[in-house]
């Protein structure tokens, strides 16, 4: 079974300054996908970035990008120029494709600080 | 993309009681996912809503304390019924994009559910 494993259960970082959450997962497969969601207070589940594992180029949305280690089966996100509106928790998910459920981390809850 | 609506938001609800779920989705799709998102807690499967068949659930979810429909490619409901206060969670609905992201799962709003 596939495993997603986040070790960093809370963190923090000054405006505008820049951090990186970590993720690790587990799996024998060779073609899958993985995403960062963001959930804040609301609750509604927001797409980040996503990368796919036959991609070696790292995925990258404004603010947002990656540090995908296929090898080490690692998957960190880094968060540049920090904002007020990027506090909430941030879980690491992985899948097979669309028609396959969703493993998620455990989530690290991010604090931005003014 | 995919766009979800998922009613009702919130409920408080008695225990003993049922409450049902319910995720209607902008077009047609052949998945539809049902998590629990305890408190404080990640997401955690309940079951795989396909058109046409029986859900699949996971390990330690039944029918009986969940049913789920699926009558068509854009409607779905979960029940959780005789509710206990260890019910309480938010329950969140997913399904695939189409196209060039048919391989991200959406979610909706989510149903924040307590239960006294």
């Known amino acids: 079974a596939q495993t997603v494993t986040q070790s960093q259960p809370e963190m923090s970082v000054q405006e505008a300054e820049t951090v990186t959450l970590s993720c690790t997962y587990d799996t024998s497969e060779n073609n899958y996908y993985l995403f960062w969601y963001k959930q804040p207070p609301s609750r509604q589940m927001i797409l980040v970035i996503r990368?796919?594992?036959?991609?070696?180029q790292n995925a990258t949305e404004n603010r947002f990008s990656v540090n995908f280690q296929k090898a080490a089966k690692s998957f960190s996100l880094k968060i540049s120029d920090s904002q007020l509106g990027d506090t909430a928790m941030y879980f690491c998910?992985?899948?097979?494709?669309?028609?396959?459920?969703?493993?998620f981390g455990k989530g690290t809850r991010l604090s931005v600080i003014a | 993309s995919a766009v979800i609506s998922q009613k009702p938001s919130r409920d408080i609800c008695q225990r003993g009681t049922s409450l049902t779920i319910q995720c209607q989705v902008d077009s047609q799709v052949t998945m539809m996912f049902w998590y629990r998102q305890q408190p404080g807690q990640s997401l955690t499967l309940i079951a795989t809503a396909n058109q046409g068949s029986e859900a699949t659930y996971e390990s330690g979810f039944v029918i009986d304390k969940f049913p789920i429909s699926r009558p068509n490619l854009t409607f779905s409901t979960l029940t959780v019924s005789n509710m206990s206060p260890e019910d309480s969670s938010i329950y969140l609905c997913?399904?695939?994009?189409?196209?060039?992201?048919?391989?991200?799962?959406?979610f909706g709003a989510g149903t924040r559910l307590s239960v006294l």
């Open positions: 998910a992985f899948s097979f494709s669309g028609n396959t459920p969703l493993v």
């Open positions: 990368q796919e594992a036959y991609k070696q």
């Open positions: 997913s399904v695939a994009g189409t196209g060039s992201t048919k391989n991200i799962q959406y």
